[in-house]
C-alpha cells in the first residue's frame, strides 16, 4: 500500500473549512461555558446553601458524566421531551458549553478562593457588598490566575468537539469521515486530521502563554 501525499494535498481544503467549523464550535461553546461557570463558581462559595447544592448537583452531574452521553441527551432526548426537532448546531454548543461551564465553575472556584481572605475583608469594610467585592476586587484578581487553566480546557473542548461528529454535524472529524468514505484514504486523512488539531492547540498553547506573560508584565507594573 502506497501512502498518497496529493491525496492530503487535495483534501486539505476541505478539512480546513471542518476546522473552521470546529473552531467556531469551541469558542462559542468555551464563551457559553465561561458565562455558566463564572456564575456557577462563584455559587460554590457563596453563603446561600441553596445555591452551593444546586451549583454542587450541576458540576457533579456534568462532571461525573460522559459528554458523549449529554450529546445524545440533547439531540435525541430534549426533541421526546419538547416536541420539537433539535439543531444539531444547537445541540453541539448547548452539550458542549454546559459540559465546559462544570469545568470552568471548578476553575474560577479554585481561582476565587486562592485570592487572600483580606481582599474581602478589605472590601467590606469600605462599605461594599459581597457582591461588589467579589465583581470590583476578587474575581478580576481571580480570572488572571485561571488564564492557563482556561487554556487548557479551551484546548480539551477543541479536541472533545470531535465528538459532535456522532450527530452528523460537519467539523474537521466528521469531514475527515465523509472524505475516507468516499477515498477509502485512512492513513492520509486522519494524518492530515492530526496535523490540522495539533497546529489548532499548538496555537493557542502559545497564544494563552502569551496572555499570561502579559498579566505577569500588568501585575509589575
Not at 473552531?23 to 457559553?32: D, E, G, M, P, Q
Not at 465561561?34 to 458540576?59: D, E
Not at 462532571?63 to 416536541?83: E, M, N
Request: hydrophobic share 50%; proline share 3%; net charge positive.
Amino acid at each position: 500500500m502506497e501512502f498518497n501525499f496529493s491525496l492530503m494535498t487535495s483534501s486539505f481544503p476541505l478539512l480546513l473549512l471542518g476546522a473552521l467549523v470546529t473552531i467556531k464550535i469551541t469558542a462559542l461553546s468555551v464563551t457559553l461555558g465561561v458565562l455558566i461557570g463564572l456564575f456557577v463558581g462563584i455559587a460554590r462559595i457563596c453563603h446561600v446553601r441553596l445555591l452551593r447544592v444546586l451549583a454542587a448537583i450541576y458540576v457533579d452531574f456534568l462532571r461525573g458524566t460522559p459528554l458523549l452521553v449529554q450529546i445524545f441527551l440533547i439531540y435525541f432526548a430534549l426533541p421526546i421531551v419538547t416536541g420539537q426537532r433539535v439543531d444539531p448546531f444547537f445541540a453541539a454548543i448547548v452539550s458542549c458549553g454546559v459540559n465546559s461551564g462544570a469545568y470552568v465553575a471548578e476553575i474560577f472556584r479554585a481561582g476565587i478562593q486562592s485570592v487572600d481572605a483580606g481582599q474581602m475583608e478589605a472590601g467590606r469594610s469600605l462599605g461594599m457588598t459581597w457582591i461588589q467585592t467579589m465583581r470590583y476586587i476578587i474575581v478580576p484578581q481571580a480570572f488572571k490566575r485561571v488564564i492557563p487553566p482556561l487554556g487548557n480546557e479551551f484546548i480539551a473542548l477543541l479536541k472533545d468537539s470531535s465528538l459532535v461528529s456522532v450527530i452528523g454535524f460537519e467539523e474537521l472529524t466528521r469531514r475527515g469521515q465523509l472524505i475516507i468514505a468516499r477515498t477509502y484514504g485512512s492513513l492520509e486523512i486522519w494524518l492530515s486530521v492530526a496535523i490540522i488539531y495539533l497546529v489548532m492547540t499548538l496555537t493557542i498553547s502559545r497564544f494563552v502563554a502569551y496572555l499570561e506573560r502579559r498579566c505577569r508584565v500588568d501585575d509589575r507594573h
